[in-house]
């Protein structure tokens, strides 16, 4: 596989912010840290690829056959499984600037090294979403199975994303103890800001593309200085994302997002985050590009923020599919022109 996801499924509830125009909630929504980042790398996985895309969907007794019908519409290499008692279920609550609360209503069951199949500990690439110091558990804990199951395959990538609650300032010494374990950390603008105690000037002037560069650039000289390589994706909402990396190639780029010179086709920003690291991951996978892996991730991101929900998968006469009604490869090659870019290798195996 190219892609595992260590996030979870969670049934969400979704209350808008006052300012939306409709701000009614919605309900028993699919949802989770998991689920959109492995559609983020679904999106960008047409079949055969999309059974490279691995995540673990632990299903309640309220996991219904038609959540279970869309999931295996999908055709990825999910693997799930019974729960006893409910799915995990959460509520979500937006205020301005699509500030984003959440809290579990349900018992959660937090995946580890231990719920890993064979298959599964051979993949290329894992996501976390974690605690500094569960990051670092994570990534020894899976590096330590994968030794015993698969002692000749290549050490793989480790893409971490903050969990929001432990990007604090209070952190930052454990989130430079993280970068050592892994090969991508990728926070949004806002929680970076808030590690490096910047987050009253992007608080009292908005966003701010010098706060992000100097932070990056901190996480990268730590990296440098104890010998590691490391690439830096922050996402920033409609801004865009600003990657940069200390490997060979060193880059340091803005890329736009897709939406962002029409911010009328957003209609809910739940999951962009994760669908964005799910397409950057099997980008990076196929390509070994990081600005590659941004487009891709960025067009994955673009088409889970464009309704309440999951977009939707449907086929064409001629059998090619389409999300939301769009081609992804056709979306892709829009976004590269737009930017400059014109090689493509999406569906390339």
């Given amino acids: 596989m190219d892609f595992l996801t260590l996030g979870m499924f969670i049934i969400d509830d979704i209350y808008p912010s006052p300012s939306a125009k409709n701000t009614e909630p919605w309900l028993g929504i699919p949802g989770g840290a998991g689920t959109y980042s ?5 999106l960008v996985s047409p079949p055969p690829l999309s059974r490279r895309v691995g995540w673990i969907v ?11 019908a869309t999931v295996d519409s999908w055709e990825t290499g999910a693997l799930l499984r019974p729960r006893e008692g409910l799915t995990t279920r959460g509520w979500n609550g937006y205020s301005a600037n699509e500030h984003r609360d959440f809290k579990y209503l349900t018992p959660k069951i937090r995946l580890d090294e231990n719920d890993l199949t064979p298959d599964l500990l051979a993949c290329k690439s894992y996501h976390m979403v974690c605690s500094q110091q569960r990051c670092i558990d994570l990534v020894t804990g899976i590096a330590a199975r994968r030794r015993n199951a698969h002692p000749d395959l290549d050490y793989p990538l480790f893409i971490y994303e903050p ?25 949004n603008h806002s929680e970076l800001a808030h590690l490096f105690s910047r987050e009253a000037e992007v ?4 966003f701010k593309a010098s706060v992000v560069e100097e932070c990056t650039k901190k996480l990268l000289d730590a990296a440098t200085s104890g010998g590691h390589e490391l690439t830096v994706v922050v996402r920033a909402g409609k801004e865009g994302c600003y990657i940069a990396t200390n490997r060979q190639k060193s880059t340091r780029a803005w890329l736009p997002s897709f939406h962002g010179l029409d911010q009328s086709r957003v209609v809910d920003p739940t999951g962009g985050g994760n669908g964005f690291l799910g397409g950057f991951a099997v980008g990076l996978v196929r390509t070994g590009d ?16 464009e309704q309440v929900g999951i977009p939707v998968l449907e086929h064409g006469e001629d059998g090619n599919e389409t999300w939301n009604g769009v081609n992804v490869l056709q979306r892709v090659n829009e976004f590269r022109r737009r930017i400059g870019v014109y090689d493509n290798t999406i569906g390339a195996v």
Avoid: M, Y
């Fill in 203 to 206: 608080h009292e002037d908005g």
């Fill in 290 to 305: 990081v600005i590659e892996a941004a487009i891709w991730g960025s067009i994955s991101a673009s088409l889970c923020i």
């Fill in 163 to 187: 969990n929001p609650d432990h990007a604090l300032p209070q952190q930052l010494e454990n989130t430079l103890e993280a970068i050592k374990h892994v090969d991508v950390i990728s926070p």
């Fill in 58 to 68: 632990d299903c309640g007794s309220d996991f219904s056959p038609v959540l279970r």
């Fill in 38 to 42: 492995a559609l983020g790398a679904r």
